[in-house]
C-alpha cells in the first residue's frame, strides 16, 4: 500500500513540475529534432542588473528570452522596455511570482493576466510565451 501512494506522489509530481508533463498545460521544452540551436532564457526579471547582461548579450551577438515579473516590469520600465528594444524575447512570469500550487484557475488567471498587462505597458509587446513561477503547473493553467 505504501508503495502504491509512493507512486501516486511520484506521478503528482511530475505532473506538477515535470517538464514534459501537459497534464495540467501545454509543455515546450524542447525544439525542433536537427536544429543546433539552444534556448537561453533568463527569469525573474527586470531589475537594475538586467543592464549588464545586456551588454554582454549585446557584445557577443546572443538573443535570449527574458520571462519577465509584471510587477518588476512596473517597477523598472525603462529596464523592461531596454530589453525588448534590444530585440530580446519577453515571456510573462506572472505579476508577482507566486507558488500556484493549491491555488485557484481564477489566481492564475488574474496574475498572468496582470502581468500581461504590465508587460505590454512597459515594453510595447504582448508576451507569447509564460514560464510558471518555480516550474509548479497546477490545475487552471489550460
Do not use: K
Not at 52 to 71: D, H, N, W
Not at 82 to 95: D, M, R
Request: proline share 6%.
Amino acid at each position: 500500500m505504501a508503495a502504491l501512494a509512493g507512486m501516486g506522489a511520484l506521478g503528482m509530481a511530475w505532473a506538477v513540475r515535470g517538464r514534459s508533463s501537459t497534464v495540467f498545460a501545454p509543455s515546450v521544452w524542447r525544439g525542433m529534432p536537427g536544429r543546433m540551436a539552444i534556448a537561453l532564457t533568463f527569469d525573474d526579471g527586470p531589475s537594475p542588473s538586467t543592464p549588464a547582461l545586456l551588454r554582454v548579450l549585446e557584445e557577443f551577438r546572443i538573443r535570449a528570452t527574458f520571462f519577465q515579473i509584471g510587477g518588476n516590469a512596473r517597477r523598472y520600465p525603462d529596464i523592461a522596455n531596454a530589453v525588448a528594444s534590444a530585440g530580446h524575447e519577453i515571456g510573462n512570469h506572472s505579476e508577482t511570482h507566486p507558488n500556484f500550487a493549491l491555488q485557484s484557475s481564477a489566481v492564475v488567471h488574474d496574475e498572468f493576466s496582470r502581468a500581461q498587462d504590465s508587460l505590454a505597458q512597459a515594453t510595447g509587446l504582448v508576451p507569447t510565451l509564460l514560464r510558471v513561477p518555480y516550474g509548479v503547473r497546477w490545475f487552471g493553467f489550460r
